[in-house]
C-alpha cells in the first residue's frame, strides 16, 4: 500500500490518471509552451527579414530568405557603434557584480554566523528597505551626484553597489546560515579567527549562492534601464538598454527600422540566455532559496 | 605574533588567546568582544551606504517635497503647497489621481492574474510529464529578457495591420483594436504582456510545491478525500506561505512599472497608460520640478507601504505556518 501510494503521487496534490486528462494536460502545456515561445520566435524572424517584409499586412509568418546583412547594419546605423554599446554594458555590469558580490557577503557574514548586540533591529531594518521605493530617493540621488559632478559618468550606477545590498544580504545570510556550526569550531581551534573564518571556510562554501548573486546582480544591471536613463545622457556612454532605445527616436532613422531594433534586441538577449543556461541550476536554486522563506 | 604559535597541548587555551588578543588592540578583549568589534566592522559598509545612499536622501527629498526646488534655482519653502496641489482633482494641474487610477488598475488585476496563471502553470509542470524541466525552462524564458528589449517586441506584436496579435484574431474573424493607440484597450494590452512574463512566479510556486511533505496527501488518500478538497485543505494551505511572498514582492515591483510605459506608451493615449512612477519621471527630469515630484514620491511610499503592511496584517489570517518551520528563524 504505501509504496503503491509513493510512487503514484511524489509529491502533487493532483495528478492526470486517466488517458483523457494526461492528453489534455500535454495539448494545455503544449500550447502554452507555443504560445509563450512565439514572441522569441517573432523577434528573431523580424531580425533576419528583408526589410520589405517586416511591416506587410497581412503579415509574413516567415522570411523569404534569411539576411544576415541585417546585423552589421544594425550595428553601425546609429552614430555610435551598438559595440560601444556592449562593451559599456559589460563594464557596468561586471563592476556593479563585482561590487554587489563582495559587499553583501561581507554584511551578510555577522548576521550568520557572529553574535552582536544590536543584531535583530538591523537585519530588520535592512529587510525594511527592500520596501521602500526607489522613486523616493531617485530624486535627492541625481541632485547630489550632479553635485559631485557624476552625471554621465558609470559612478551613480556603480559606487552604491559597493555597500551592500538588502535583497542579496537576506538571500546570502539565508544561505550562510545553512553551512554546519561544527565548521566554525574546528576552525576555531585551529585558531581561525572570525576574519578567516569568513575567507577561509565560509566564503568558499558559499560558492553557490554567491553564485546566484552574481548572476542576479550582472543581469539585474545588464537589464536596468532606468537608472542609465537618468545619469547618462551622452550616447558614447549608453549601455545596451538605452542604446537599443536609441534606435526608437535615434537620428538617422526617419522610419522605425524594426529589423535593427529585433537585432539588437537579440544581441542584448542573448548572453542573459547564455548566462541563464550555464547557470541554470544555481540560478534555480537561488530563486528557491529566496521564494522559500516567504 | 599569533599567527606562529600554534596551540600546544601543554599550554592553557585560555592564556595563549589572551596573550594575542593583547597584541591585537592593544587591550584585552574578550571572545565575544572581539566578535563584536569584527561583526560591526563587517556591517559597517552597508551602514554608510544606508546613510548615503538610502537614509539620507530620504530626509533630503521630504525637504525638498516642502519646497518649489528645480535643478537650476535653489529650493524656496514653500510648506505644503506642492501636496496640496497634488490632491487637486484638476487634470491640468495634477494627474496624481489619474496616474494613482491606472497603476492601481495594472496592480491589481495584473498581479492577482499572474499567480493564479503562474500557479496553474506550476501545478501542470509538478506532474510526471515527459521534458518537465524543458517544458520549466520555456515558460520562464520570458522573464529572463531585458525589459527594453520585451517592450519593443510587443510594441511590434500589438501593431495594429501588421501586429502578430491581430493577424491572429482574425483567422478566427475578430477584428483587433489598435491596442496600445486606444483608450481602452491600453492598459489591458500591458497586462496582456505582463502575463508572459508569468513564468516568474511560476518558478517560485514550483519550489512551494515541492516543499509539501507527500505523507499529507498519502494520508488524506486513504482518508478518502478527493481530487478537489486535497487540493482546497492541503494543497492551497502548504502553499499559502508562497503565494504571500509572491503577492508582497509582486505588487511592490508592479506598483514601480516604468519601462514599459516609457518605451511603449509614453503614458499615452490621453494619459491612459501614464503610470504614477513615469508620471514622476516626467516631472522630476523632463520639467525639473524637483520639489513637486519629491512630494509626489512621499505620497508613493505612503501608498505602496499602506498595501505592504495590510498585506502583512491579513496573512496571519490566510497564511498558515507549519510549526516548527515557521520558528526556524
Known amino acids: ?294 | 605574533m599569533g599567527v606562529t604559535e600554534p596551540v600546544r597541548a601543554g599550554i592553557p587555551r585560555r592564556a595563549g588567546q589572551e596573550a594575542r588578543r593583547g597584541g591585537f588592540a592593544g587591550r584585552r578583549l574578550t571572545l565575544l568582544q572581539q566578535e563584536e568589534l569584527v561583526s560591526w566592522l563587517f556591517v559597517l559598509p552597508w551602514i554608510f551606504g544606508f546613510v548615503a545612499f538610502i537614509a539620507g536622501p530620504m530626509l533630503y527629498s521630504l525637504y525638498l517635497s516642502l519646497t518649489e526646488a528645480s535643478m537650476l534655482r535653489p529650493p524656496v519653502y514653500v510648506g505644503l503647497l506642492n501636496y496640496r496641489n497634488l490632491f487637486s482633482f484638476d487634470e491640468v494641474t495634477s494627474l496624481f489621481w489619474k496616474t494613482l487610477y491606472n497603476t492601481s488598475y495594472y496592480v491589481f488585476i495584473s498581479v492577482p492574474l499572474g499567480i493564479v496563471v503562474g500557479f496553474a502553470i506550476a501545478l501542470m509542470l509538478n506532474q510526471d510529464v515527459v521534458g518537465r524541466g524543458v517544458w520549466r525552462t520555456i515558460y520562464y524564458l520570458p522573464s529572463i529578457i531585458p525589459g527594453v528589449a520585451v517592450s519593443l517586441l510587443w510594441i511590434l506584436i500589438f501593431n495594429k495591420e501588421f501586429g502578430v496579435l491581430n493577424n491572429v484574431l482574425a483567422v478566427v474573424g475578430i477584428e483587433g483594436p489598435a491596442w496600445l493607440y486606444e483608450e481602452r484597450w491600453a492598459k489591458p494590452a500591458l497586462i496582456i504582456m505582463s502575463l508572459w512574463g508569468a513564468g516568474g512566479p511560476m518558478l517560485i510556486f514550483l519550489a512551494g510545491l515541492q516543499g509539501i511533505p507527500t505523507e499529507l496527501f498519502d494520508a488524506a488518500k486513504v482518508d478518502g478525500a478527493g481530487l478537489w478538497p486535497r487540493f482546497r485543505h492541503i494543497t492551497i494551505p502548504m502553499v499559502s506561505p508562497t503565494i504571500f511572498f509572491v503577492l508582497i514582492t509582486g505588487i511592490i515591483g508592479s506598483f514601480q512599472v516604468f519601462t514599459n510605459t516609457y518605451v511603449m506608451t509614453q503614458g499615452g493615449p490621453n494619459n491612459s497608460t501614464m503610470m504614477y512612477v513615469l508620471y514622476l519621471f516626467n516631472l522630476a527630469f523632463q520639467q525639473f520640478r524637483m520639489g513637486y515630484a519629491s512630494a509626489l514620491a512621499w505620497i508613493y511610499f505612503i501608498i505602496i507601504m499602506f498595501f505592504t503592511v495590510l498585506i502583512f496584517r491579513s496573512s496571519a489570517a490566510w497564511v498558515y505556518y507549519e510549526a516548527g518551520i515557521a520558528g526556524g528563524e
Open chain 1, 1 to 294: 500500500m504505501a509504496s503503491v501510494s509513493v510512487a503514484a503521487s511524489r509529491r502533487t496534490s493532483w495528478k492526470a490518471t486517466t488517458l483523457v486528462g494526461k492528453a489534455v494536460l500535454y495539448l494545455i502545456i503544449i500550447t502554452g509552451a507555443v504560445v509563450i515561445m512565439f514572441p522569441f520566435y517573432w523577434m528573431v524572424t523580424t531580425s533576419l527579414k528583408p526589410p520589405d517584409e517586416v511591416v506587410t499586412y497581412p503579415i509574413k509568418w516567415a522570411p523569404s530568405r534569411l539576411v544576415w546583412a541585417n546585423y552589421p547594419r544594425a550595428i553601425t546605423s546609429l552614430p555610435v557603434s551598438v559595440l560601444v554599446f556592449l562593451k559599456n554594458s559589460i563594464v557596468l555590469s561586471t563592476l556593479v557584480m563585482v561590487g554587489t558580490v563582495i559587499s553583501s557577503a561581507v554584511v551578510a557574514y555577522p548576521f550568520a554566523r557572529l553574535r552582536f548586540r544590536g543584531r535583530r533591529p538591523l537585519f530588520f531594518l535592512i529587510l525594511a528597505t527592500m520596501m521602500i521605493p526607489g522613486q523616493v530617493t531617485m530624486i535627492p540621488l541625481f541632485i547630489i551626484f550632479s553635485k559631485l559632478r557624476w552625471v554621465n559618468t558609470f559612478l551613480p550606477l556603480i559606487v552604491p553597489a559597493y555597500f551592500g545590498e538588502a535583497y542579496y544580504i537576506f538571500l546570502l545570510r539565508q544561505f550562510f546560515a545553512t553551512i554546519p556550526r561544527e565548521m566554525d569550531d574546528a576552525a576555531k581551534i585551529d585558531g581561525c579567527g572570525p576574519f578567516g573564518l569568513f575567507f577561509r571556510i565560509i566564503a568558499p562554501l558559499a560558492r553557490p549562492a554567491l553564485g546566484v548573486t552574481a548572476i542576479f546582480s550582472f543581469s539585474g544591471m545588464w537589464n536596468a534601464f532606468m537608472g542609465p536613463l537618468i545619469y547618462l545622457n551622452k550616447m558614447e556612454k549608453f549601455p545596451l538598454a538605452l542604446g537599443l532605445r536609441a534606435f526608437q527616436a535615434g537620428p538617422g532613422s526617419r522610419a522605425i527600422r524594426w529589423e535593427s531594433m529585433m537585432a539588437v534586441s537579440v544581441l542584448m538577449t542573448v548572453p542573459v540566455l547564455v548566462l541563464f543556461f550555464i547557470a541554470q541550476r544555481s540560478y534555480i536554486q537561488g530563486i528557491v532559496i529566496t521564494g522559500v522563506k516567504g
